[in-house]
Structure formats: structure tokens, C-alpha cells
């Protein structure tokens, strides 16, 4: 065993005050001190076994210490690990072609980039090469798209949705070109609605806001439209075919580059290579990241052939942005999925997990709302649910008593804390790793809020 290895290995938690002081962290959600995975589980430095229900950042497709992803890996990595991105590699064009494939019809020109942000960030200089006389973009309430300079104006970390400025506002004024409209959150709407519960008229009223912010609060043309087609940081938020084709419509009608962020949603989790796969709705560029490279990293930007896109001129360069290790990583991955239909087992496992839960919520007063499409999947907590308020520290206590019990919940939304507990597994959980999640999550419940589901 590498000399390194094994110090990691052999490293115990009384060593932690030793190094902590060195480290320094710019956000997150802390845990526990993680060491090893396999499958869909994780240990900790106690050897402390977790079922992790976020996928370490929705980033590990296929759990775990893939064997055959492992295997590929050490074969390209005695031949190649890294060239510099102006140079022809085997491995991207492979990829380039591939995403292709399993991409809607005219998505077919990918860009490789590294990094959500930078990412979401040559998505906007492709737009403003499309439509060069316009210079504002506009995003949704809730969203979250990043923390690079330019991002932080889009993201919901740079306003007061979580009741006070912190964070990213600090960066906002070097991004001001971003404009907000209402995204449909049909649990709790931005504004009150004349028919309780009616989706229908909370999708035309943001619609509504859209045309409006465009024709009346955009000081010059506006390029693009930023946007998650699920918002998922902003609480799991999973919007209609309707909202997102009348979104389609505005922007065909004004001239503005549509650009979908689906960093979370591509590659699978949805039960679909896309999210514009799963709602037969297709933007101008879509931006890919986060499980693309099963955890290595590499994300791309790909785009219409009914728009122009970069020339090698040095509009976007990036030095780890040619990582044979992450492409290879990627085509394994592209290639289990495929073979094994993991696809449907995201779908069936999902539709089997949602159904528990909806079977949980009709017992409990403080599951306000369920929201799931295969892996995604959200349940917003609230104090009871004739008022609908949030349940902050309710789903802080929810997480963190999943600890306790062996299981690793995310958590998301906007507010003064995050009332959505995310249960987003690797693709590969089974029925059984279902009924396992279901039953830790009951008994969390059940401990938090003292009701037997």
C-alpha cells in the first residue's frame, strides 16, 4: 500500500484539531468526516456505515467506487491524464459524439468546460455572441446557478430570499446585469392566487411576469434566460410541460437565448438522458456538470446547431478543461447505464419511493409537500399543514438525526433556513435500498416529530 494511503487510512479523529486550523471552507453543509464508499454507502473516519441519499452532491451516478469506472480509469491513466485543451484528444471526440447521441435532436456541438460556474458563465458568452446589440439576462426567484462572479447575480444567495443579505450579495454589484422573475412554486407562490392550489394559474402568472419584465423592466434588449428546468437548490421545485414550453414561446418571440442549467437533472437522475428528454422541450444551450463525470470532474456546454457557438479565439479556456481520466469516466459511465437500462430502474425505484412517501404524508401533519420525478426528489417539511409554514429547524433535525440512524439526507430551498429534505440516491438503489431509505426516514420522523408513519 502507498505510503499515503495508508496514512489516510490509519488517520484517527483525535488527529483532526492537528490540521483543522489550516482549512479553509467558503460554504457547505457540513457532516460527518467521510473516508470510503461503496455501492450506495459511505463510512465515515468511525467505520460508521450511511446510506447516502445525495449522491455526494448528486455527482456519483453509480455510487461508490465503481469497479468497471475504476478499471477503465487506471487503464487511460497509464497512457494519459491531461493535455492542454488546444490539442486533439481521442477520448473527447468520443465524448463530443456520444452526448450527441443521447442529446434532443439539433444538440449536437459541446463544449468542455470545468466547474458549474465558469460553466454556466461561457453559456452567457455564447448568448452574447448570438444576440451581441443585448446585455441583460434574466433569472428566476429561487434559483441557483453558481458562485462565480458573474453567476452570484443569477443565484438566489445574492438577494434576501433567505431573509437577510450574506454571502453572495457581498459580489452582486459586480453582476448586475441579472433581472428575476417568479418561478412557479405551486406549494407556496410568490403571490396569492384567486383558486387555492390552482398550478394552472400560478404558471400563467409567472408567464405573465416574464412578458412583462421583458417588455417594461429590462432597460435594452435582454440576451438570454437563465434557468433550472427543475429547480433543485431553490427546493426541489418541478415546474409543468406548460410553464416550460410558454417559456419556449416568450423566448422564440422576443429573440432571447434560452439556456437550460442542468447540472442536476442531465445523465440520468430524472429517468431520462434530460430533463428536455423527459418534457419534450428543448432550449437553445443546455450546461451539464456535477454526475457527468460519476465524480471526476469535467462539465460541458452544449448547444443548438441553430446558434452560433465559440471559435478557438480564447473566449473560454480552461487548462484541466482536455481530462482524458473524466472523459473516459464519463463514457463508462454513459455506457453502464445503457447496458444495464438503469434509466428504468431510476424510474421504477423513484415511482416506488415517491409512492411510500405520499402513503407517509397523509399520516404526518408536518409533510407539507412531496415532490419527486425518478431521484429528484423533495419533501418540504411544515409546522402544520393548514398554514403551510416552513419547518426550519424541523428539517435541520431531520438531517441531522439521519446521522443517528445511518443515513445522509440533503437539504435545500430558500427561506431563513431549508424546510426540503432531498432524498437523491445514486441510480443504481434497488427496491430493497428503497425500503431501507423509507424505513430510516420513518424512524426519523417518527423521533423528530413524534408521528408513527
Known amino acids: 500500500m502507498d505510503s499515503i494511503i495508508k496514512k489516510i487510512l490509519e488517520f484517527k479523529k483525535e488527529d483532526i484539531p492537528k490540521y483543522e486550523p489550516y482549512l479553509m471552507l467558503g460554504g457547505g453543509t457540513p457532516g460527518v468526516n467521510l473516508v470510503r464508499g461503496e455501492n450506495v454507502y459511505v463510512y465515515d473516519i468511525d467505520d460508521k456505515k450511511y446510506i447516502d441519499c445525495t449522491s455526494q452532491s448528486w455527482a456519483l451516478n453509480l455510487g461508490y467506487s465503481n469497479p468497471e ?28 459524439k456520444k452526448i450527441a447521441e443521447i442529446f ?5 456541438r459541446v463544449l468542455f468546460t470545468i466547474g458549474g460556474g465558469v460553466s454556466i458563465e461561457a453559456a452567457l458568452k455564447i448568448a452574447i455572441l448570438n444576440r451581441p446589440k443585448a446585455h441583460n439576462f434574466i433569472s428566476l ?7 462565480s462572479f458573474m453567476t452570484t447575480g443569477a443565484s438566489h444567495i445574492a438577494t434576501m430570499a433567505c431573509g437577510k443579505y450574506h454571502g453572495g450579495s457581498d459580489l452582486a454589484h459586480f453582476s448586475q446585469n441579472f433581472i428575476r422573475v417568479p418561478a412557479p412554486y405551486y406549494y407556496r407562490p410568490y403571490f396569492e392566487l384567486t383558486n387555492t392550489d390552482d398550478n394552472d394559474e400560478v404558471d400563467r402568472r409567472c408567464l405573465n411576469a416574464l412578458e412583462m419584465q421583458i417588455k417594461y423592466g429590462s432597460t435594452g434588449p435582454v440576451c438570454a434566460l437563465l434557468m433550472e428546468p427543475l429547480q433543485a437548490s431553490g427546493g426541489q421545485l418541478i415546474f409543468s410541460k406548460n410553464y416550460l414550453q410558454g417559456v419556449r414561446d416568450i423566448c422564440n418571440k422576443n429573440n432571447i437565448i434560452l439556456i437550460w442549467d442542468c447540472i442536476q437533472t442531465a445523465f440520468g437522475r430524472m429517468g431520462t438522458w434530460s430533463a428536455s428528454e423527459y418534457y419534450g422541450v428543448t432550449p437553445d444551450i443546455m450546461v451539464l456538470g456535477k454526475s457527468m463525470g460519476t465524480g471526476y470532474p469535467i462539465n460541458a456546454v452544449v448547444i443548438s446547431d441553430d446558434i452560433e457557438g465559440v471559435k478557438m479565439d480564447g473566449i473560454d479556456l480552461h487548462t484541466f478543461g482536455n481530462n482524458q481520466v473524466s472523459q473516459v469516466a464519463c463514457l463508462k459511465m454513459i455506457e453502464i447505464i445503457e447496458r444495464d437500462n438503469i434509466l428504468a430502474n431510476v424510474r421504477n425505484v423513484g415511482q416506488y419511493i415517491k409512492d411510500n412517501l405520499l402513503e407517509m404524508q397523509k399520516k404526518s401533519d408536518h409533510i407539507g409537500d412531496v415532490r419527486a420525478i425518478g431521484f429528484h426528489i423533495g419533501i418540504e417539511f411544515v409546522k402544520n399543514k393548514q398554514t403551510r409554514e416552513p419547518d426550519y429547524e424541523g428539517c435541520s433535525k431531520m438531517r441531522d438525526d439521519g446521522f443517528n440512524k445511518g443515513i445522509i439526507f440533503g437539504v435545500g ?32 420522523v417518527k423521533d423528530v416529530y413524534k408521528e408513527n408513519l
Open 141 to 147: 426567484y429561487g434559483a441557483y446557478h453558481g458562485t
Open 104 to 108: 434532443p435532436e439539433k444538440m449536437n
Open 69 to 96: 469506472i475504476n478499471q477503465a480509469i487506471k487503464e487511460q491513466i497509464y497512457y494519459s491524464s491531461h493535455f492542454h485543451t488546444g490539442y486533439y484528444t481521442i477520448a473527447r471526440y468520443l465524448l463530443a
Open 413 to 444: 430551498g430558500t427561506g431563513e433556513g431549508k424546510a426540503v429534505l432531498k432524498i437523491k440516491p445514486p441510480l443504481i438503489t434497488t427496491i430493497k435500498q428503497g425500503d431501507e431509505i423509507l424505513e430510516k426516514f420513518s424512524t426519523t
